[in-house]
């Protein structure tokens, strides 16, 4: 069984439970405190509001467990709010991040005339079937380092990357049908939990 934590501090937490725990022999948990990291071997970070999950992760002292938890080659999902947190650099903002992943971000400003659309397309590694890839004020990212792989962008527009433990979307596959996603996170999980 692989148990993966799913970051419960704010924002889509129950979208993602419910979609790792239909993926065979997956335990999804809530992750309330920082010590229920421990018996992770995955974790995401859900999308919500950047700057309210910011704050509570200070709080509820969340920052070094999760910085520690990449260390140990874990995988960690940020998906929206949480590809925000786990961004080295925030255009236009100076606070401290996570800082996980060697990208930059631009707040807000994918497909930056539409507040929230949908759209339909292949992310090659992850599926060859179209996928409904649903973006709410999504963060776009603006520049990538050399270790960190681009998945998918639409034409100049970067929205979902991967590096040797990280993985982070501008959309929200929690909010489509399709588990697919999810089960590409799994594999990357179990491919380093071995
Ligand atoms: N716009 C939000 C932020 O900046 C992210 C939106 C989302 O997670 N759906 O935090």
Redesign the pocket.
């Known amino acids: 069984e692989t148990k993966i934590g799913v970051l419960a501090l704010q924002?889509?937490v129950a979208e993602h439970l419910n979609h790792l725990n239909q993926i065979e022999n997956v335990r999804a948990v809530a992750v309330k405190k920082p010590e229920e990291l421990n018996s992770c071997l995955g974790l995401i970070i859900?999308?919500?509001?950047?700057?309210?999950?910011r704050k509570l992760i200070k709080d509820y002292d969340f920052k070094k467990a999760i910085k520690d938890f990449n260390q140990q080659q874990k995988v960690i999902w940020g998906?929206?709010?949480?590809l925000?947190l786990l961004a080295a650099e925030i255009e236009g903002e100076n606070e401290e991040q996570l800082a996980l992943l060697d990208i930059k971000v631009k707040?807000?400003a994918f497909g930056s005339q539409l507040d929230s659309f949908i759209e339909k397309d292949i992310i090659p590694k992850v599926s060859t079937d179209p996928q409904e890839l649903v973006f709410?004020?999504?963060?776009l990212i603006t520049e990538v380092a050399e270790n960190v792989e681009i998945l998918y962008q639409k034409e100049d527009q970067i929205a979902a990357v991967e590096s040797e433990y990280i993985i982070a979307t501008s959309f929200?596959p929690e909010l489509t049908d399709s588990t697919i996603f999810h089960q590409y996170f799994i594999e990357k999980v179990k491919s380093l939990s071995n």
């Not at 859900?46 to 999950?53: A, C, K, N, R």
């Open positions: 924002g889509g859900p999308g919500g509001e950047s700057t309210t999950m998906s929206c709010a949480g925000i707040r807000n709410i004020r999504a963060p929200h």
